[in-house]
């Protein structure tokens, strides 16, 4: 993935890392139809409450562009469910931003 930074991703087993890599570039495409100039998107995938197989996710994503950057944060019990938050309320900010 090229303009995209995973921090934590080294907490997270195999099964995880697919999800987060899977779910960052499809919404990397997505965020960058948005805007056609990214300058990078950084993310951190932290766990909290880890207990027996229960794992708590806190997504905070980051899309830097030249004029502007765009910061969100979400927190789930299921990675996916965290990561799509994030990157919706990115979304959601960056169509606000920039709409016509």
Known sequence: MEKIKIIG???LDDKEVK???R???EYYNKIQRAIKNITSIVMHVKTYNVTGKRKQYEINVKVMA???S???KATDWELAKALHMAF???ERMIEHRFHD
């Open 23 to 25: 779910l960052a570039k």
């Open 70 to 72: 765009f910061d969100s």
């Open 19 to 21: 999800t987060v890599n």
């Open 9 to 11: 991703i080294k907490e």
């Open 88 to 90: 919706n309320k990115v």
């Open 66 to 68: 030249p004029t502007k």
